[in-house]
Each structure stands twice: as structure tokens, then as C-alpha cells.
């Protein structure tokens, strides 16, 4: 039959999948698993810190005793117990019933990923425009490039998003934007932070053109120095999504994050969900109830928030005490990642099969673009590996950089290629996200 | 800002959004959850019927003992662990080896419903045409209609899927039909199965003509009278997507199923997950994986099977005893489901309010045809409710059917309104699916 070729399906693919490319360096990050390398390509919270004795018994609670709801069929919104839980969460934040947010224009997602696929399937036709901050997200590429649309970075400074870079963006785009997706806080991967001012005039901005802003939040709880600014949707309510995930300040396993949105749209993102995945897990939504409820969440946090401190401070020590001159890196106040730009000349991916072999790994920054620039840059997480290990990976990824510059200075500067591959062709798999 | 009202909104909406309207009769679904009410318009298993307190020891274990891995992150195509046990499940279907079934060709996914929604994304384009039974799957329905595709219902006898329909059928799509979407064991909602010959004729046919076929199976080992058919995709390994639930064998609560895609697509079908759930729930990943490999499941099977044939029975016994003359229904070999039909004129739709009001609850024909077909129809559930509620529950319709045919009787034939509306209006909530 016509089916039985790899060219016949290909022939057959929707053209959203055209552009879907394998990463060369997948191949490598398989390498990177294994325990002799120091990864710090990783973007995985530090689950040994979790009470694992007591959630064990919450889910073992939760089977026995709840097993006819929480092992069957649930809503697809989510139920209104965790839907309830999750408006507490986020009056932490300042996002709470004086700002509009209430239970019933939350939706239960399957971790933050699912929160972003479903507001892109709301908006999104092929040829649209998403602004984004140069670097971001890897797995929004993902969901942008599936969608057909076209990103336009936006530069940020130590400040964050820049205002005026912004409206040029807005204007090239000549109204095709639809929305600027935006981690305001400790943003993956750069690591900085929008300004509480800067906050405001995004927000301004945004409004005076109509442009929507889908706000994804995965770290502002984990700050290491007194509270992060609060989110956009604190300031705003209406033409702001907010995004969030259970990912970072419980665990990632149980894939639970959501949305809150306006009151407008929501049930057509609950529409959306339910063609997507019927519904959320009732066992999953069950366990995040629970450990809410039941357990010491905010002291969790707090537990997470010392250690990933530790961890930034050991990886800052060691860059300050390690790297070739020409290196400069970002200073995050607090999530998970820090941003590393080369000297001249280096290029992060030409050079991560020698990193791999001098067992080290990162991300490469083309990982972070959608147009293929990132090449003088990389990403490095701080939250898995412990400080010692942390050190240890960055003398290996200097004496890797030393080389480079030495045969650099032998043989002259390698002009670094690049570049323009489709959206995410560089992406890291899920693990790496 | 433009953004501060629903209709500034709506107007940004992708056109896939456009289609989405909410169901008239979900409100209704709402009331029909009332514990008052003999709903036999589910699709859950009896999950009562699962040894719990032994489940709740497994979950325990698995955060306790290992909740590093089942609590972090995973890879997107699902882990090596489970899509080898999903391989030994396929064995009793005849799905192994000797047909080039693999681990490495499985996908993990969000139940059975991201499985078909990711094989939507990877081939259907605004236009295509989509050939499936009808009735279908309603959530397939939806589906489809988010990917902006062409539902065409190819007829069913009792022995399923009519070959000369979907020769028709192909030719009329004029070369526009990507793939044919089945459910040939146990049909949802039909509640009939196609034949061996039958699966032959139609794996001809689909071949001759290059269309793929995705093969939806989640009831097949829910067989009441020896075992069912072979599954498709056990008589052919190219062109033939195989997609299947833990939903309806062990717990739907965790949104575990999974494809068995051919080699070529597998890494495609990856990606697309990818960009929309980032990886599959570890701990979901783990409990099923624990569950097959700790726990009597196929033992688990025969009691659900037992369960539902006891219930099949008593649906069927009380539809002879009670139903007006002129009411025709399937009678299932398996599965969760009959498909019954109306005496000449009744209208399933116009019927559901005074259905509720006399507290009984079924899903109107029309949510399972995507062009607004089926308001002589309705579909009922018999794994649910206890034997003697179906009996009630049959009562309690037969009486409201009496009445809709006595008012008939007296101001005359009511004409059912054949309503063209959008794929999905009629659709049910997830707990109905």
C-alpha cells in the first residue's frame, strides 16, 4: 500500500509537522544522563528534598479511601475542590478575589505545557505573530511552532523585557501579533527579572495596542531574596492569562498546572482541553488537593527556595572563580537557571560534543531562539546538581572553554554559524525543558 | 483595552475556536448527575470493583520507595518500563512481535483521547477529510473539529462497519480522506463489532486505496462471549495506527493509554507530544507499570468483564420487558454500551428535559454525528449502574417514551428537527464520553 514508506506518511503530514525537526544534540543530551557527567542541562526541581514517607501515605490515603472519584473520569475544567486550592496559591502572589480571580475561571491543566498548547489552539492561526522575550521557553517554541506561527523575539536587559523593543515589535508586526508571552520572573532561561516599573509599562503597553499577554509564572515563588514583584494579572484583569504549574513547588511528575482566565474565555479553554485530553487526572488533581491541604506546603517551599539559594550561590562562586575572561552570566534572584554568554568567537553548540566528553553538559542558547541565534550563549541550571557537583561542572566547562580559546588563538577565530533553523529544531528533550 | 469585553475576544479566536459551541444539553447533564437520577448516560467503568486497598499499598510504595523518578520529570515518548508492559498487554489482543510490535514504536499518552488528538495533529489540515462510523466516538468528534476536518459517517450493520459504504464513501472524498477512524470491537456507541470477514474486506479496501487507519480499542478485552476479533493491527503492521486505554481495563483516573504507531511516524508522533504535555505523568507512568507488574490484572479483567455481562444482561432483559413496540436496540458481545432507536417519530434530543424531569438520564443520538443526525437514537450505559438501577432506569424511559407517544398519537406526528448544527454541539461532558 502507499503507507508502508517512511516518504509515503511523510507525503501525508499536516503542515504544522513540516517544520518539526529532530535536535542533532538530542542525541548528546542521552549521553548527558549518564552519572559520570555533571548535567547541568537539566531544569528538574530537587524532589529528594519532598517528605516522601508522607506523601506516600497521602497517596496511598488517596487510593483507599478515595479511590471511587480519584481513579475515575473527572471535569474537564478540573475539579473545584483543587480549582479552590490552586485561588489560595495564588493569593500569595497578590492574585486574588480584589484582582477578579476566582475558582471558576481557573482550568486545571496538564502541567504548565498543556496551560500554554491550549491558549495558543484559542489564538493561534498559521502566519500569526507571538512576541516573546530573545531568550525563551524552549517547550513555548515548541507550541508556537506547532501552531504555525511566527516568533519575534523581544530584548530584555538585567531588567528584564525592554519597553521599547517591545512597541518596535508590536509595530513591525502591523497588528498580525496576537499576544506577547512573557516570564516575568526569573525568567527560563535568562534568569532576570522584570522591574516592578517595567511592569507597569508592559502592561501599558499592551494595553494601549489591544496585544493580549499570556503571563507564565513556573518560579516566581522560589525567590532568594525577599518577594518577587508581583505578576502581571495582580495588576491586571482583564486581557492577561496566567499560567502556573504545581512543577516546581511540588513535583513535576504528577503533571498538574493551570490557567486563570477571563471569565470570557474560559469555557472554550475548557472545550479546547476536552478535545485535547477529555480530562485532567482525578488521581493527580487528588494528590495536589491533598498535599494542600494536608501537608506543610508553604514550609516546602521555603525548603526549596534555601537549597536552590545554595545551589545559585555555589554556581555564581564558581563562574566568578573559573571562567576565561570574556564570560559574562546573569545574576537570577531566584528560579532555576542562570544565562552564560561566551567570550568572542565561541560557540556554544560547535562545542558541546567536547563538553559531553569532558563530561559536562548545558543547553546551547539556539536552543532558546527561534530563529536560530544563541550560538554565543548557553543555559545552566542550578536547582538538581548538588554545589559540590555544581563546581566540578563548571571547572569542566572552563578547561573545555580554554581549549577552544587556545586553538582559537592557534588557529584563528571560527566565525560561529548562524543558523536559521526552524522554531526548536536545537530544543532539549522534556527532562531538559 | 480592546481585550476588556467577550466580543473583543471572540475576534481574536483562531478559526478552529470558531466551531466550538457549548452543548444545550450539558446543563442538563448537570442535573443528571443527581444522585435521584438513573443515569445511563455514563461511560465509567465500576471502579468500585478494584481491590483499593491494595492499589492505595502500590501508590504508597511508589512515592515512597521511588518518588525521585515518579515524582520528576520523564521523557516525552513515556518510559522504557511501561511501553514494555503495554507490549505484553497488546500479546492477548494478538498484537506482538511476529507483527512488529515493539516498546520502541509505542507512545505513552493521556489517555485515549491525547492519542487520537496527537495522530489528528500529525495529518490533518483544515479540509481533510476524516471517514469514521456512524455513530462515532463523540469525543473523536471533537477531535476532529478542533483540527478543522470533515467528519464523513460510512454506515454499520449489525456486523459493523458496511466495506461497499466505505468504498463509496473514499470515492466521494475524491482523494481528500487522510485516514479512516474505527472502533471495530465493542463500538462506542453502537455497541456492535466488526466481523472477522469483515476486517479483512476493510483492511483490503483501505489498502487498495492508500487511506490509513487509525483503530481505536479500548474495549476489546471486554469480551462477554469468548474472545473478540483480532484487533487490526494485528492482521497489518504498515498504514494502521493502533490506539489504546488503560481507562476502561484498570482506572481512567490516571489518563494512561498509548498508540502503537508505524516506525517511520513514531518520533514525529514524540514531538507532537511533546509540544503539548511536555512528557507523560511519571507517577501515572509508574502506578500502571506497578500495577501489571505486582498485581493480578488479568484476573482484574475477568471481573470486570463478569460485572458488565450481568449488567449488559439486565439492560437487555428490561429493554424486552419494557420498551414500546417499535424501539429497536443493539445487543453488545462487550463493551459499556447499547444503541437503541426510537419508534417512528420520537426525538431523543426533544425528549432528554422530560427524560430528567421523570429522572433518567441517556445521551441523545445526535452527540455522536458530527452533521446533526441521530435524533431517532440514543445511546445507553450498563457498566455503571447496578443491575437493578438499569432495570428502574429503563422503566422510568419507557414511561416517558409512552407519554411522547400518546401526546403524538393525539396532535399527531411531531416531526424530529434534523438540526445541521457544528461536530460536537450535542456533545456530552467527559464523565459521558
Same mark, same amino acid.
Given at each position: ?12 503530514? @499536516?503542515?504544522?509537522? #513540516?517544520?518539526?525537526?529532530?535536535? &542533532? ?8 544522563? #549518564? ?35 480519584? /481513579? ?53 492561526? !498559521?502566519?500569526?505573530? %507571538?512576541?516573546?522575550?530573545? *531568550? ?5 517554541? =515548541? ?8 516568533? #519575534?523575539?523581544? @530584548? ?15 509595530? &513591525? ?5 496576537? $499576544?506577547?508571552?512573557?516570564? !516575568? ?34 518560579? =516566581?515563588?522560589?525567590? $532568594? ?24 513547588? $511540588? ?36 494528590? %495536589? ?45 531566584? =528560579? /532555576?537557571? %542562570? ?14 560534543? #567536547? @563538553? ?8 546551547? =542558547? ?11 550563549? /548557553?543555559?545552566?541550571? $542550578? ?38 533553523? *526552524?522554531?526548536?529544531?536545537?530544543? !532539549? ?5
Amino acid at each position: 500500500m502507499t503507507g508502508t514508506t517512511q516518504d509515503d506518511y511523510t507525503d501525508r503530514y @499536516a503542515r504544522r509537522v #513540516r517544520g518539526m525537526t529532530t535536535s &542533532e544534540i538530542r542525541a548528546l543530551f542521552a549521553v548527558a544522563s #549518564r552519572p559520570e557527567v555533571v548535567s547541568l542541562a537539566g531544569g528538574s526541581p530537587y524532589i529528594a528534598a519532598l517528605p516522601l514517607d508522607a506523601v506516600g501515605e497521602m497517596m496511598s490515603k488517596l487510593a483507599t479511601d478515595m479511590g471511587t472519584t480519584s /481513579l475515575q473520569y473527572g471535569i474537564g475544567q478540573g475539579t473545584v475542590e483543587l480549582r479552590e486550592r490552586i485561588c489560595e496559591v495564588m493569593t500569595l502572589s497578590g492574585i486574588d478575589a480584589s484582582n477578579g480571580a476566582s475558582p471558576d475561571d481557573v482550568v486545571v491543566t496538564v502541567g504548565g505545557q498543556q496551560a500554554l498548547d491550549l491558549v495558543a489552539r484559542l489564538f493561534l492561526d !498559521p502566519g500569526d505573530v %507571538v512576541l516573546a522575550e530573545g *531568550p525563551t521557553y524552549v517547550g513555548a517554541l =515548541g507550541v508556537f511552532q506547532a501552531a504555525q506561527a511566527q516568533v #519575534r523575539h523581544i @530584548a530584555m536587559d538585567a531588567d528584564g523585557l525592554v519597553p521599547a523593543a517591545l512597541e518596535a515589535a508590536i509595530a &513591525e508586526a502591523g497588528g498580525r501579533a496576537k $499576544f506577547l508571552y512573557t516570564i !516575568p520572573t526569573y525568567q527560563n532561561p535568562a534568569g532576570v527579572t522584570l522591574t516592578e516599573e517595567r511592569r507597569e509599562e508592559i502592561l501599558d503597553i499592551c494595553e494601549r495596542h489591544g496585544l493580549l499577554v499570556v503571563e507564565d509564572d513556573p518560579y =516566581g515563588m522560589l525567590s $532568594f531574596e525577599g518577594e518577587a514583584p508581583r505578576p502581571l494579572r495582580a495588576r491586571r484583569r482583564e486581557g492577561v492569562f496566567y499560567l502556573s504549574t504545581f512543577s516546581k513547588t $511540588f513535583a513535576p511528575g504528577l503533571r498538574v498546572g493551570w490557567i486563570l482566565a477571563p471569565h470570557a474565555v474560559r469555557e472554550k479553554l475548557v472545550m479546547a482541553s476536552e478535545a485535547n485530553i477529555l480530562c485532567p487526572s482525578a488521581f493527580a488533581q487528588g494528590a %495536589v488537593t491533598q498535599y494542600l491541604s494536608t501537608m506543610p506546603w508553604r514550609e516546602q517551599i521555603k525548603t526549596y527556595r534555601e537549597i536552590y539559594r545554595e545551589r545559585r550561590d555555589a554556581l555564581l562562586d564558581a563562574l566568578e572563580d573559573l571562567m576565561p575572561a570574556g564570560t559574562t552570566w546573569t545574576r537570577p534572584d531566584g =528560579g /532555576l537557571f %542562570v544565562w552564560a554568554t561566551l567570550p568572542e568567537g565561541l560557540d556554544s553548540k560547535a562545542m558541546m560534543p #567536547r @563538553a559531553i566528553a569532558a563530561r559536562v553538559a548545558y543547553v546551547p =542558547g539556539t536552543g532558546f531562539y527561534a530563529d536560530g541565534t544563541g550560538t554565543d550563549s /548557553l543555559r545552566l541550571n $542550578f536547582s538538581f546538581p548538588a554545589p559540590e557537583r555544581i563546581r566540578e561542572g563548571v571547572r569542566r566547562l572552563a578547561g573545555v572553554m580554554e581549549q577552544e580559546l587556545a586553538m582559537r588563538a592557534v588557529f584563528g577565530p571560527t566565525t560561529p554559524h548562524r543558523r536559521r533553523g *526552524p522554531a526548536g529544531a536545537d530544543a !532539549p528533550g522534556p527532562d531538559l525543558a
